[in-house]
């Protein structure tokens, strides 16, 4: 719903003013998959809101969801290395004028939402003063001017660097509302010292989207879906990144490479556009022509590819929910301990492998295991699939509550007269 649509279904009261925060529209699918489960439930349950977002790609927010959007950052340099004295000012400049914007964003609000994400983990590179300064800013600014904030459905995991850690911390108790993706992401966050008696742990946001149907003519050979990660390890990983990118690599192609010999079709897939550099070498390795890639614009478009093959091997965490999401077998290359959460989650804690040691025979071997199980995975990821449905509603339920007390005190209104009549 467009913002001249959302004014004008209040029946003449003002609208709430509801903005959404975070690195989205920035090509990383897995985050405006979140973006969107949430918007979806603004439509369906308070389509009345008029909703805007401050981002880090607001012109791709703007032209896909149709919302305003504004930059997240004033300094447009904000994510390219630093290394001259203006570039260096200018980030630091940027950092100041910041604070202004945000407080001045958020002061228009009655609420702010992050969807999802791992805004509360440093389990892929990260830098204090980047996104998690972004952060704190707004919740603090949300705790100053009245505006509830709300962490939805987020990742969080232990956090070594000690001022990463702490504008986590602040962020995370200055917040009106949290609730985690993973029980991990609730124990982390009390391991840094946050109260979490009243935090709610429900399953991720993308598991409330659409799930797409099978395409491809039936009978057709299906193939068995990769989908690759321009993976580097971790934040505490940074003097080992290229050697662990390197064995990361090595490993998949070999994979890919005895997926081919056995005469199976693979399909490469990405969920970030930085993905496309894994997606080309392994295409320059493997040169047949049972290798191809698809170009993802959406976790919808991830889900149609994945709903037609006949297994998944995957690494990003959003290419993991949608493989499961649609029932197909699948297997994580895991990178960190909310990838084996999440497959633990739906049953499939046995097809973890570590994306730090690609091993590509042992890999190849728990990939056949997986395949001769399929019927029966299959039937675990439907029956895992409708549980996770019903408790991100109770999530929906449960944030009206909390965000919007009018709303649900007028529908609770409402039940108890049509029970009384």
């Known amino acids: 719903m467009n913002p001249e649509d959302r004014a004008g279904a209040s029946g003449g009261e003002t609208p709430p003013r509801v903005g959404v925060f975070g690195l989205l529209g920035s090509g990383n699918l897995g985050n405006d998959g979140s973006l969107e489960a949430v918007l979806g439930y603004l439509d369906t349950q308070h389509p009345d809101a008029a909703v805007d977002a401050l981002c880090g790609g607001p012109d791709v927010v703007t032209a896909r969801y149709r919302i305003p959007a504004t930059r997240l950052h004033w300094y447009r340099g904000e994510y390219r290395t630093a290394s001259r004295l203006g570039a260096i000012a200018g980030k630091g400049l940027g950092k100041l004028v910041d604070v202004f914007r945000t407080a001045a964003w958020v002061r228009r609000h009655d609420v702010v939402i992050v969807p999802g994400m ?13 996104f998690p300064y ?32 702490a504008l986590v911390r602040w962020s995370a108790r200055l917040a009106a509302h949290r609730s985690y993706r993973d029980e991990l992401s609730r124990d ?31 009978g057709s050979p299906r193939p068995v879906c990769v989908g690759v990660m321009d993976f580097h390890g971790g934040n505490d990983d940074r003097a080992r990144a290229e050697e662990i990118h390197r064995r990361y690599l090595d490993g998949t192609t070999r994979f890919v490479r005895a997926l081919v010999e056995d005469g199976r079709t693979v399909r490469l897939l990405t969920g970030d556009e930085c993905d496309a550099t894994v997606v080309a070498a392994i295409l320059d390795a493997v040169d047949s022509p049972l290798v191809t890639a698809a170009e993802p614009a959406s976790l919808a478009d991830l889900m149609k590819e994945m709903a037609a093959a006949d297994t998944v091997v995957a690494t990003r965490y959003h290419n993991l929910i949608c493989a499961l999401k649609v029932g197909t077998p699948t297997l994580a290359l895991s990178y960190a301990a909310k990838s ?39 039937r675990t990821l439907a029956e895992r699939n409708v549980a996770a449905a019903r408790q991100l509603d109770d999530q929906f339920t449960a944030l009206t509550s909390a965000l919007f007390p009018a709303a649900h005190q007028a529908r609770a209104r409402a039940r108890a007269l049509r029970k009384a009549s």
Do not use: N, Q
Request: proline share 8%.
């Open 118 to 130: 791992g805004v509360l983990e440093a389990t892929l590179p990260l830098r204090p003063w980047g």
């Open 134 to 165: 972004s952060l704190f800013l707004l919740c603090a600014s949300g705790r100053l001017f009245g505006t509830r904030v709300a962490l939805v459905g987020v990742g969080a995991a232990p956090i070594t660097d000690r001022p990463t850690r």
């Open 188 to 218: 982390a966050l009390r391991a840094m010292g946050v109260d979490t008696t009243r935090d709610a742990v429900h399953p991720d946001l993308a598991f409330a989207l659409p799930t797409p149907g099978v395409s491809g003519p039936a």
């Open 340 to 378: 084996d959460a999440l497959m633990a989650r739906m049953g499939l804690d046995a097809y973890c492998h570590p994306a730090r040691e690609v091993d590509a025979d042992e890999l190849l071997k728990k990939f056949r295991e997986l395949e001769e199980r399929s019927a029966e995975v299959r």
